[in-house]
């Protein structure tokens, strides 16, 4: 069972770039979070897609946008790159079964430098 | 405006020891505290959660204590071992929430 998978591992960008991340959720989940964690930091919630729309949006600027796929993967960009936008961008999945609760699972994560 | 606090931000214990983490919360709207463990470079991995009908939830040696009149909750973790050297997250969200609010990690290094 394979549990939720995100690429790139690492990746470095220029200041005003664009990027992507991807992720797959974990097996039956159909439900994708995405979060941003800073050195040292926790993670803080930047939206959720569920049934390709975005359901739920956390205190972060336009320049961050998202997609999900038919098949429930997800897309996280970001636009106009800034040094500050440097993190771990964590995709985390769950089921909206209420059975089994709300848990999330994360995934290993993309690791963002912006220079 | 920190929804879940987390202390302390490090720690350091020996082994076979009880390493100790407290996070408190202000929304009572907040109904399930799972507890995250990271190790460096990877991704937080669920430990262990509580819903707060329950006072106390423990996990072979991992135990979640909950206060709900005093809206906090604490992880204890038995015997400490090398291998729980990590950063560990508590966290809170609502149960039919789309968003969990982290606390802002505790280290946990522990000694041979």
């Known amino acids: 069972d394979a549990g939720v998978t995100q690429s790139p591992t690492h990746l470095i960008k220029t200041r005003g770039q664009q990027v992507t991340l991807r992720c797959s959720p974990k097996s039956g989940h159909d439900t994708v979070s995405w979060y941003q964690q800073a050195l040292g930091q926790g993670p803080q919630f930047i939206f959720q897609y569920y049934e390709e729309e975005e359901r739920q949006r956390g205190n972060f600027p336009d320049r961050f946008s998202g997609h999900q796929f038919p098949n429930y993967s997800s897309e996280l960009n970001v636009n106009a790159l800034l040094l500050g936008d440097s993190a771990l961008y964590l995709c985390?999945?769950?089921?909206?079964?209420?059975?089994?609760?709300?848990?999330?699972?994360f995934g290993e994560g993309s690791w963002l430098t912006v220079v | 405006q920190q929804q879940v606090k987390q202390s302390p931000q490090s720690l350091i214990v020996q082994k076979g020891g009880i390493s100790i983490i407290n996070c408190a919360y202000e929304?009572?709207?907040?109904?399930?505290f799972p507890w995250y463990q990271q190790f460096p470079g990877k991704g937080p991995a669920l430990l262990i959660a509580i819903r707060p009908d329950v006072s106390e939830k423990k996990e072979g040696r991992f135990t979640i204590s909950f206060n709900k009149s005093a809206k906090q909750f604490s992880l204890h973790i038995m015997e400490s071992q090398p291998g729980d050297s990590a950063t560990y997250f508590c966290?809170?969200?609502?149960?039919?929430?789309?968003?969990?609010?982290f606390g802002t990690g505790t280290s946990l290094t522990v000694i041979p």
């Open positions: 985390a999945s769950s089921p909206t079964s209420r059975v089994s609760g709300n848990t999330i699972y």
């Open positions: 966290a809170a969200s609502t149960l039919a929430g789309n968003q969990f609010y």
């Open positions: 929304n009572t709207a907040f109904d399930y």
